[in-house]
């Protein structure tokens, strides 16, 4: 129950900014926030809940590695149902012409 309404706060902050200055800001410093929702089937029995979330890509934060680019990834989500999951790992994009394939490793805390 906290941790719904610490997202709903967050949320409520960080959208209450002008898009304008967040633009500028964001381009400036090579960041994407991502903001999406859908439905989650969170078990076998056909439950689902639709959730919303944030994610957050730092491309000037990356590591060469011998998988390719490792770029961080963060986010939070959170269901109709009170459920919340925040996460934190990486991603790894690979380019051929105009397909864009990004495999991701996100582990992070679930609470219902």
Avoid: C, W
Wanted: hydrophobic share 40%; aromatic share 16%.
């Amino acid at each position: 129950m906290y941790l719904r309404k610490f997202i709903i706060n967050l949320l409520f902050i960080l959208l209450s900014f002008s898009s304008i200055a967040e633009e500028r800001i964001l381009n400036n410093l090579n960041t994407e926030f991502s903001v999406y929702t859908g439905t989650f089937d969170f078990s076998d029995d056909g439950k689902k809940s639709t959730l919303f979330g944030i994610q957050h890509i730092n491309e000037n934060l990356y590591k060469e590695s011998f998988l390719g680019t490792l770029q961080p990834v963060t986010g939070v989500m959170i269901t109709a149902d009170n459920a919340g999951y925040v996460y934190t790992g990486f991603q790894i994009p690979y380019q051929s012409g105009s397909l864009t394939i990004t495999p991701s490793f996100t582990p992070g805390l679930y609470s219902e």
